[in-house]
């Protein structure tokens, strides 16, 4: 008796260490989707600060951050229409295409 619970003991023991050994899967990242969203962050800072500095206007501020959430928006609808966290390198071209428009008139 002592033996078997001997070999049970190490075999949970044996059978911890191979799933802790075994490495887990991570889900690749979008980088397109990652730089996108680094730009939007971006354009909202510079929108604070230019109606911090006076560049422009109150009004002004509040239409060039809801054009960003426009294009956050058209971002994460695209990405639901793949259905997938990913997008294609033409939406890519469309959403940054609409962020340097943004950033051009600032």
Same mark, same amino acid.
């Given at each position: 008796m002592k033996h078997f619970t001997l070999l049970v003991v190490l075999f949970i023991f044996s059978t911890g260490l191979a799933l802790a050994a075994t490495p887990v899967p991570t889900p690749a990242q979008n980088t397109a989707s990652k /730089?996108? /969203?680094?730009r939007m962050m971006d354009l909202i800072q510079k929108i604070k600060q230019?109606?911090?500095s006076g560049k422009i206007t109150k009004d002004q501020a509040k239409a060039y951050r809801d054009q960003v959430k426009a294009v956050r928006k058209q971002q994460l609808d695209d990405m639901k229409a793949n259905g997938r966290k990913q997008l294609t390198d033409a939406q890519t071209a469309q959403i940054n295409q609409s962020l340097d428009t943004i950033a051009s008139s600032l």
């Open positions: /730089n996108i /969203n680094v230019d109606q911090h």
